[in-house]
């Protein structure tokens, strides 16, 4: 038998966070796997369950103050039909699980699952995304890469819960993002990357790259950024092994049932050269 709590809005689920001590649950599409005991047997959770999928405090899309903010209990199939996603970021929620399972999950259940494997938290470490953690007296604000501090681990409070994801509306012109996965459809990741730049007049003027699946949490390189910015497009490709060498010992991928540690780095050097030459075939983009 499992127990639950269904609050009616968030101030209650707050409360019930302060008193007892629960699991939140999203839209279970983690949660219920990683505690299934087999056919015909209840799921195995050794706390109750605190249902925050459908508080209406936790469902908004909406821009504000240079940030778009996401409830973490938005559907990922509705951030795929949301004209504020960027579309950089659903081109990576379209290649998670399959249609069913996106009408059940949560991208803040994404975030908060700490998976080093997530589809979205690439995107949202390249931008820079921040998070906001509630109890029933404070909020605070944390950088996503703070909040994740390994595999399956968090800096959530047990009378914490996830009330907001902040995305700066910054506009990268050249976006890129690759998932290499068993198959197409419904596969998990073995090696995914979110590369998003801004070049003006030829030179990098931003530059993001983030790698998922290949290390505890996602691996993002700013020593390696940073000296990329101000350089022209066209020696980015003649200056790869050196740009490797900088992000090479970060990039520190697991044998596991998905793939080895060996074929996830010769991936790896693969995006990244992929990427570098597709910056340098752009040449020259402005923003709008
Ligand atoms: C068949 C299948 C395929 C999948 N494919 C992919 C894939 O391709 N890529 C991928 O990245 N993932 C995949 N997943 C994993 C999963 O669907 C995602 O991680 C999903 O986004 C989790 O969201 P959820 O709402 O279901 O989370 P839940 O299972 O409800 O929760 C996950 C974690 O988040 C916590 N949590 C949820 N909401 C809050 C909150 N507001 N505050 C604090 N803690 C909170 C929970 O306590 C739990 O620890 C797949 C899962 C299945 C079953």
Redesign the pocket.
Known sequence: MVNGYHPKDLIEALKIRAEVSC????????????NARGTGLSPNFDKPLLF??HLPE?RHIEKKEGFLHIG??V??SEMLSHPFIPETFKKAIS????PP??N????????????P?????PFLYAMDAELI?ENHAFDRRIPIEEFICGP?Q?E?KSD????DILIPTTLFPVSYYK?V?QRRG????KVSFHGLAEIVDGYVEDLRMAFGSVAPTVVRSRDCENSLIGEPVSTLKSRFNEIWELYEPSIQPIDDARSTATYRKNVCYNILKDFLTHLENIKEIYNE
């Open positions: 699991i939140p649950l999203a839209g279970g599409t983690d949660l219920m796997v990683q925050v999928g936790l973490p209990s559907l990922l290649q998670m699980a399959s399972t996106r059940l999950a949560t991208l803040g259940g994404n975030i908060c699952n700490a998976s494997a997530g589809d979205t938290l953690l399956k968090t959530l914490e819960l996830l009330t998932k996965g419904m596969s998990l990741t």
